[in-house]
T-cell receptor, first 112, second 114 residues
Framework: DGGITQSPKYLFRKEGQNVTLSCEQN?????MYWYRQDPGQGLRLIYY???????QKGDIAEGYSVSREKKESFPLTVTSAQKNPTAFYLC???????????FGQGTRLTVV | SQKIEQNSEALNIQEGKTATLTCNYT??????LQWYRQDPGRGPVFLLL?????KEKRKERLKVTFDTTLKQSLFHITASQPADSATYLC?????????????FGKGTKLSVKP
């Protein structure tokens, strides 16, 4: 079955540590996105990539980094520079010319 | 910059009634507007899309309208059921003509009581 997979579902991080969230899709989609969701805030765009080896900052990119070495994969690293990383992170993908986004099941990151 | 407002954080209705959710936006009209459903702890799931040249779109018990003069979309669920209880998000493209780059409203949490 085609889809988009995020892992892990739950992640705990100590303060000062970097952590990487995985996002893989087998939908052959060109564009991939990372959103952050906080209670009452809706989805806020962190980074997006419309083609391999290229990505753009979204509204809240500070403290995050991404890579897009393969079409299927768009990992997100939450660095120690991100002051308030506890949140629900959602990855999405979209095909060329398509207009709906497909979302993964999300990763809930908690800083302990 | 483009802003989206879903002006009800929560909506409570009785089973069998029609739920109506509102999405308003500022600035330019998007090429299309989308509605998603999100259940707790899960990713959003696409429901309907309506384009700027369409007034209304239907899918089973769902209906979406788009008024570019009012800069507003309405999302209706007729004959609502407790299983319709979820958060509903509207989304529109941030850069006209670009691929994706959706921005989302904060969502409206719908509760349908038996």
């Amino acid at each position: 079955d085609g889809g988009i997979t995020q892992s892990p579902k739950y992640l705990f991080r100590k303060e000062g540590q970097n952590v990487t969230l995985s996002c893989e899709q087998n939908l052959n989609h060109d564009a991939m996105y990372w959103y952050r969701q906080d209670p009452g805030q809706g989805l806020r765009l962190i980074y997006y990539s419309q083609i391999v080896n290229d990505f753009q900052k979204g509204d809240i990119a500070e403290g995050y980094s991404v890579s897009r070495e393969k079409k299927e994969s768009f990992p997100l690293t939450v660095t120690s520079a991100q002051k308030n990383p506890t949140a629900f992170y959602l990855c999405a993908s979209m095909g060329f010319g398509d207009t709906e986004a497909f979302f993964g099941q999300g990763t809930r990151l908690t800083v302990v | 910059s483009q802003k989206i407002e879903q002006n009800s954080e929560a909506l409570n209705i009785q089973e069998g009634k029609t739920a109506t959710l509102t999405c308003n936006y500022t600035n330019y009209s998007p090429a299309y507007l989308q509605w998603y459903r999100q259940d707790p702890g899960r990713g959003p799931v696409f429901l309907l899309l309506i384009r700027e040249n369409e007034k209304e779109k239907r899918k089973e018990r769902l209906k979406v309208t788009f008024d570019t003069t009012l800069k507003q979309s309405l999302f209706h669920i007729t004959a609502s059921q407790p299983a319709d209880s979820a958060t509903y998000l509207c989304a529109l493209d941030m850069v006209r003509g670009s691929q994706g780059n959706l921005i989302f409203g904060k969502g409206t949490k719908l509760s349908v009581k038996p």
